[in-house]
Structure formats: structure tokens, C-alpha cells
């Protein structure tokens, strides 16, 4: 994501313009509408309202098929992101080690809920169902760098050190 | 380079073979291995050998299975495999390994009595497995074709497109007795043999890699770690099938380094002719294309899947018709899961008969068990079907850190708890089911004494119910039912009533549900009720959680000898859980949820939190 990412209420005709390459390779194709989103959503890194109704247009569907699509899927945000992600992994093995103490001092550290983003737009923290790791459980997925608990000391510092700032 | 023929390609393969002579080290940069810093192991062997000019070849390889002792690390020629390694050590390898032919003792396994093993096939982890799923995952380097043809990749298809018809590679795949391994097991040779005989045309194939099991990577080993089996073996599919112009390959969202795999992958089939028009100069021809899924647990049941594809809802349709009569945009459809694609190559190169003489009479061949938990060694697993759960849990997974084994979770969500008492049962589809379990997805999770059933099947329920897709009133309503009936039971408050409750729901829930999702949510707490009812009797009856996981309310209460009857605990709780009376003040369990509030404000530390309590 080279670009800033668009605040709320930005402007339909520069939004459509930095869209334009994307929408139209799938101009007037409604069995494209995920790889769309997706698209839209790795250029704008979140899918402000008025994309979606772009994406309608060129779709030739209806803004509520396309919210309906979109919001089915766990992976389209509706809200802006924040600059980091911090991912906590609730799958299984990182359950049972403890992924739930962790998530709740996250939550109380940060002062934000699962799937909620800081309203500075600095950090987004969500829950992911197994990336894989077991062996390392429980993880931590900050950015996209998988911290191991040995290595939770350092996001914690991390974020002492971004409440100060 | 394109082939233009299966000789072509035999000749590429055997010299290919030929020129393995080179020394050569596989670093792990399997998921594990590379959250391990898998990854800068593999930069410090490149410097070094860059440094000493050596000619020795140093890949990065899929998983190699053993993550809980990452990163690891395979020199070939001297069969010496090294386990967690730090790019610190790299340089006393390189020196003693590749220059001098001498094994680090102080990196390798050691056994019970301390003697070091130098080969990945002598340690016990390894020694009970059989891979063949995973049989070049860790052996090759996932970003080259010529490494997968080297071992042999791509000669069953030839072998197929030269000289086999479609209907003989059928009943290949139906004598060597291939069960879908997506978990329900449904016969693979009969699912192609049912959408070949449909007339409409044209039909799809589609691989389906959307891992939603919260405890299982496999899939997504095998894609990442040998992406081209998964292809060859749609492409076989295709031309048994007939009439499939394309295929498709659905991956889970989270599964980045997998897409990025496989798109090397299909191109470099492409640029070899291995895939596209005129596959291998035979006139068949082939197109894979790959679909990221959204994030959507549901989408792994097929028509969801298929919904999805089509820029949908993923939600589950009503069957019949089956997908072989109308799938994707309404055409006959096939739809296997990953690794079901990645067994057929080797069923072809090595014989239906090789392959069904593995396992059992009715679960041929192997299965792949994501081994996590309360066990020494976890990681990836391939064993032939039929292992008991005891093999799997003591002799490859080491038995317990500590403490004594209870039980195993076998499928994920999907699947049910075991306890120790049945763990001489063996694993193959059928017997799983009669003890309420399923193969599901092979996740494979250990749990000790620390570990509460109740707490554990009330998570996977808690997982099913938030992914239930609500197209369906059992799954979406029941689950909910249930959860509040499991919320209640954790937190202390649950009625002797509940369990039938939970029963009968569980048991509606499956009869009537829509789709597999519905149909086997109830599985984790129907097993734990059937066999660690106990448990759930100590939550309701004893208010009480044997393990100590659940945080049940009557765990505070007011020391009257140290209460100053300041009353801020009164203040600080939510719950309306703190009374007072002419004695003084008191903690009303049935209201408390634990939160601990009174505790911290109490300025004399008279709020006691009590392992137990006698209610």
C-alpha cells in the first residue's frame, strides 16, 4: 500500500480514478466481485462506502448484493485499518496454551476490542483461527512477523513504548 | 523449455537424477520453521558457502514436519539432519559438515540414553511415519520445477496421457481404494466416475485448500512445500473426467505464502508444458486458476465453495443434486480436497496395488495429522491409516511434557474428544465414527489434566456457532442454544437439566442441519458428555472446575475477620454481585462473573479468591 490510506468521506471522483485501472478489467462480470473486493481493498486497504458503490456500477449489480457479498467474508473491512495489525491466533493449540490471557491484555493494553481498530489509526487488533504455527503456540502475528512466546517481551515493550509517544 | 512429449520429459528426469550428485542442504522454511527464523538459517549458509566457495547447493524446502524443533536442517550426501539451529551455528555446519564430512553432535537428536542420531530416519518421530502425501514436502524445493521432476514429478501424468485411457486411470484410483481426504472419505474413483458419465458439458475440477480448521496446516503444507503434486494430480483428474477445460484451486485467505507457491508453480508448469494447450504434445489440454478465499469457515463445504467462485455468499445449498450434476455455474463438478490431488501421481507412478496395501481394509493408504498440544514432539505427521491413537500420541509424539494424558480432540471442530481409556482404537475413517469422532481434518490435539473438556468443547463450539452462515435454522439457532447452555455450565451456573438439554439439541442439530458444518458442530460436546460427563457433573454440581481452567464465580469471597465495610467492592461491581447485609458484606456467586474488580479496590485484601467452593 504505496498510497495514504483514504480517510472516511473522500471524494467519489478521485477514489474512481485511483480505482479506474482495477474496475475496469472487470467491468460488467458479476462472478468477479471477490477478486474485485479484493483488489480494491490491497489498493485502499479497507472498502470505504463510496468504492462500493463503484464497484456496483461496474459490476452491474446492486449496492446491497455487493455489501451482502462483502460482508459474508471476514476478510473485508469496513472500517479503515490501522498501520500495524496485531493478530492473535486463537486456533487451537495456541488456546489451549493460553492465546486467551493474551488477547485480553492486549485488549486492555491497547484499550481497544478484538476486530477494533485505536481511533488514531495506529494499530488494529483482530484474531486469526490457526496460521499454521502450533508448535510455537502461543503467536502473536504483528505486521506479518510470527513472534513465538519467547518473543512476546518485545511486543510488549513495543507498545509500553507506543503509549509514551 | 517446453516438452514436447512424455519422452522428452522422462529424458529431462533422468538427467536431472543423474546430476544429483552435488552436495546439498534443505533448510525448513516450512511455517514453523520460518516464525523459528528459518529463514535467516538459509542466508547464513549462502554467505558461508559463498565465503568458502564451496560447491554445495542450499535450498529453502516445505515443511520437514518436526516444528517443535525448527528450524531444521537436512545435509543430504552425509545424512545428517540438524535440529534447531540458529544462524549463529551455521558456520561450525559448514565446517564440519560440508567441508570435513563430520556430524555437530550438539545440534542433532538425541535419544533416551543421550547418543546422538545423526538421520531424520532413526528418530522415533520419524521412524512410525509413512509419507506419501507428504512425500516430497521437505524433500524438494517447492520454488522449482526441476526439482519435482527430478524425484520423479510429472510421470504419471505422462504415463497417463501415453498410454492410459481415462476409464483405466478410474479404476486405478478406485482399486487403490482413495478416500476423500477432506475428512468425510467419500470414494474418490466414484465421484469422478459420476460427473464423467454426466452429459452436460462443459464440468470443472476444483481443489479445495480452504483449511478452516483452527489446529491444521497440512493443506497448507502441502502447498507451499509441493505445489506441483497438487497440479499434476488435477491434471490426471481432468483427463479422467473429460471435458474439463479448467480447474480451480481455493485457498484460504491466510495463506499467503501458499498462493505465492502455487503461482510459480502453474506458471512454470505452463512455461514446461506440463499444463495449458497440448499438454506434452497429447492434444489434451488443461487450465488451473487460482481463487483466494475471504476468510470464511464455511466455504470449505463444497457448494459454499463453489458459491464463492461465482463472487457469492458462501452459503451451503441443499443436495442432491450433488455437485457431480450441477456444481459451478450450474455444471457437473469435482471437487477434492488437496491432498486427496497430491495422493493420485504417486497412485499412478507406484500402482494401485502399493497403495491399498497400506492401511486398512476399508481406509487405504495414509493420513495426515497436524500433532499439537500437551506432547514432547508436535508438528506434521503422515502415518498409515490404522495406527492407534496411543502410536500416534506416545511413540511419535514423545507422550506427555508432564503430568498424564486424557484425552486427544481428533477433526477440530468437527470432530470429538477421545478419551485415554479408547486409545488403542485405530485411526481410520469408519472406527472413528462409531466412537463419535471423525477424521475431519486430521488436526490432532493432546490434553493433559491441566486441560477442562468442558472449556475445550465449549471453545469449539464457540468457533462453529460464530462461522455458522445462518442460512439454516438448527445451526444457526442450536449452536447459539448450545453455547449459552455451555456459557452457563463454565461459568458456574449451570442446571443438572443442561445435559439432557444439550443432548437433545446436539442430537437435532445434526439430524436437520443444512450442510457438514451443521451437522457435525455438535460433535465436541456430545463426546466430551458421553465421555467425561464427570466433568461437566463438577461444573454444574461442585461448581467447580477440576482443572482449574474455567473461572468460576464462587472463586471470590469476603473474609469478614479483615472487612472494614469501606464498601468500595460494592461499588467497583458490575454485576450487582456484592450484597450487604446487617453482617456484613458478602459475594452472591450466582451473580459474580469473576471479573476480580473487588479485589483490586479492597484496601484490606479481605476479597479471597478460593480454588474451590463448597456450595
Known amino acids: 500500500m504505496g498510497e495514504p490510506v483514504p480517510e472516511r468521506g473522500v471524494r467519489t471522483e478521485e477514489l474512481a480514478t485511483r480505482l479506474e485501472p482495477i474496475l475496469s478489467r472487470y467491468r460488467g462480470q458479476a462472478g468477479g466481485l471477490i477478486p474485485l473486493l479484493q483488489e480494491v481493498q490491497g489498493e485502499l486497504g479497507w472498502l470505504p462506502e463510496e468504492a462500493l458503490r463503484l464497484v456496483a456500477e461496474a459490476t452491474g449489480l446492486t449496492l446491497a448484493q455487493v455489501v451482502g ?97 | 523449455m517446453k516438452l514436447n512429449s512424455p519422452e522428452e520429459l522422462f529424458a529431462l528426469r533422468d538427467e536431472l537424477s543423474h546430476r544429483g550428485d552435488r552436495p546439498r542442504v534443505r533448510v525448513c522454511c516450512g511455517t514453523g520453521c520460518r516464525a523459528a527464523g528459518g529463514e535467516e538459517v538459509l542466508a547464513a549458509f549462502e554467505r558461508e558457502i559463498g565465503r568458502h566457495g564451496l560447491d554445495v547447493e542450499v535450498t529453502s524446502s516445505g515443511c520437514q514436519g518436526w516444528c517443535e524443533r525448527g528450524p531444521l536442517v537436512a545435509v543430504e550426501a552425509e545424512k545428517v539432519f540438524y535440529l534447531s539451529v540458529d544462524p549463529q551455528d551455521v558456520p561450525a555446519i559448514v565446517d564440519h559438515t560440508l567441508r570435513r564430512g563430520l556430524p555437530l553432535p550438539r545440534l542433532l537428536y538425541r535419544d533416551e540414553t543421550g547418543r546422538p542420531v545423526p538421520w531424520r530416519d532413526e528418530i522415533p518421530f520419524y521412524r512410525k511415519q509413512l509419507r506419501v502425501v507428504l512425500r516430497n514436502c521437505g524433500r524438494i524445493n517447492p520454488t522449482d520445477i526441476r526439482d519435482y521432476i527430478r524425484v520423479g514429478g510429472y510421470s504419471a501424468l505422462a504415463k497417463v496421457l501415453s498410454g492410459m485411457s ?27 466416475a459420476a460427473c464423467r458419465a454426466q452429459q452436460e458439458r462443459p464440468k470443472y475440477l476444483i481443489c479445495n485448500g480452504d483449511e478452516g480448521d483452527p489446529g491444521a496446516f497440512m493443506d497448507r503444507s502441502v502447498l507451499e512445500g509441493d505445489p506441483h503434486s ?24 491466510e495463506y499467503p505464502l501458499a498462493v505465492k507457491h502455487l503461482e510459480l508453480a502453474l506458471r512454470q508448469a505452463e512455461e514446461y508444458g506440463l499444463l495449458g494447450e497440448d499438454i506434452l504434445g497429447t492434444g489434451f489440454s488443461f487450465r488451473i486458476e487460482i481463487k483466494r478465499g475471504a476468510g470464511a469457515f464455511v466455504c470449505g463445504e463444497s457448494t459454499a465453495l463453489m458459491y464463492s467462485i461465482e463472487g457469492k455468499r458462501g452459503m451451503p445449498r441443499q443436495t442432491p ?40 481394509e476399508g481406509s487405504q493408504g ?4 497436524a500433532l499439537t498440544g500437551k506432547v514432547r514432539n508436535t508438528g506434521l505427521v503422515e502415518v498409515p491409516m490404522g495406527i492407534t491413537i496411543r502410536e500416534l500420541v506416545y511413540d511419535i509424539g514423545g507422550g506427555p511434557r508432564e ?191 469473576g471479573c476480580g474488580r473487588c479485589r483490586a479496590v479492597c484496601p484490606t485484601g479481605a476479597v479471597l479468591f478460593t480454588e474451590e467452593v463448597a456450595v
Open chain 2, 321 to 360: 443434486p450433488r455437485s457431480v450434476e450441477r456444481g459451478l455455474w450450474g455444471k457437473p463438478t469435482v471437487l477434492n480436497n488437496v491432498k486427496t490431488f497430491a495422493s493420485v501421481p504417486v497412485i499412478i507412478s507406484r500402482g494401485a496395488d502399493w497403495f491399498a496395501g497400506i492401511g486398512t
Open chain 1, 69 to 165: 457479498v462483502a460482508s459474508f467474508y471476514a476478510q473485508f473491512y469496513f472500517q479503515p485499518r490501522g498501520r500495524h495489525v496485531i493478530r492473535v491466533c486463537t486456533g487451537t493449540a495456541c488456546h489451549i496454551r493460553g492465546a486467551p490471557k493474551i488477547l485480553e491484555r492486549l485488549e486492555e493494553e491497547l484499550g481497544i476490542g478484538a476486530g477494533e481498530t485505536a481511533p488514531d489509526l495506529s494499530v488494529t487488533l483482530e484474531t486469526v483461527n490457526c496460521l499454521g504455527c502450533c508448535a510455537l503456540a502461543p503467536v502473536v502475528v504483528v505486521d506479518e512477523r510470527v513472534l513465538k512466546k519467547r518473543d512476546h517481551k518485545k511486543l510488549w515493550e513495543w507498545i509500553r513504548k507506543r503509549r509514551v509517544e
Open chain 2, 403 to 593: 503430568g498424564r494424558i486424557k484425552a486427544v480432540q481428533i477433526g477440530g471442530p468437527s470432530g470429538g474428544c477421545i478419551p485415554e481409556s479408547l486409545f488403542d482404537v485405530p485411526v481410520d475413517f469408519d472406527s472413528l465414527q462409531e466412537i463419535g469422532a471423525m477424521m475431519g481434518s486430521g488436526g490432532l490435539v493432546v490434553m493433559d489434566e491441566a486441560d477442562c473438556m468442558v472449556a475445550i468443547a465449549r471453545y469449539f463450539l464457540s468457533f462453529t456457532q460464530a462461522e455458522s452462515c445462518g442460512k439454516c435454522t438448527p445451526c444457526r439457532v442450536g449452536t447459539y442454544r448450545m453455547l449459552r447452555i455451555m456459557d452457563r455450565i463454565v461459568e458456574g451456573n449451570g442446571r443438572i437439566e443442561d445435559l439432557e438439554e444439550l443432548e437433545r439439541l446436539g442430537r437435532w442439530i445434526k439430524e436437520t442441519s443444512l450442510c457438514g458444518l451443521g451437522r457435525s458442530a455438535p460433535n465436541p460436546v456430545l463426546t466430551t458428555l458421553r465421555y467425561f460427563r464427570e466433568e461437566y457433573l463438577a461444573h454444574i454440581e461442585a461448581r467447580h472446575c477440576p482443572a482449574g481452567v474455567c473461572r468460576s464465580p464462587g472463586h471470590f469471597r469476603i473474609n469478614p475477620e479483615e472487612c472494614i465495610w469501606c464498601g468500595l467492592c460494592a461499588e467497583a461491581c458490575e454485576d450487582g454481585a456484592v450484597r450487604r447485609t446487617r453482617q456484613g458484606f458478602s459475594i452472591d456467586p450466582r451473580l459474580c462473573s
Open chain 2, 366 to 369: 495414509t493420513q495426515v495429522f
Open chain 2, 166 to 192: 481415462p476409464e483405466e486411470v478410474i479404476e486405478e484410483v478406485k482399486r487403490a481404494g482413495l478416500r476423500g481426504r477432506g475428512g468425510a472419505g467419500f470414494p474418490t474413483a466414484r465421484k469422478w
Open chain 2, 230 to 253: 497438487v497440479i499434476e494430480g488435477m491434471t490426471i483428474a481432468a483427463y479422467a473426467i473429460g471435458d474439463v477445460p479448467e480447474g480451480y484451486i481455493y485457498v484460504r485467505a
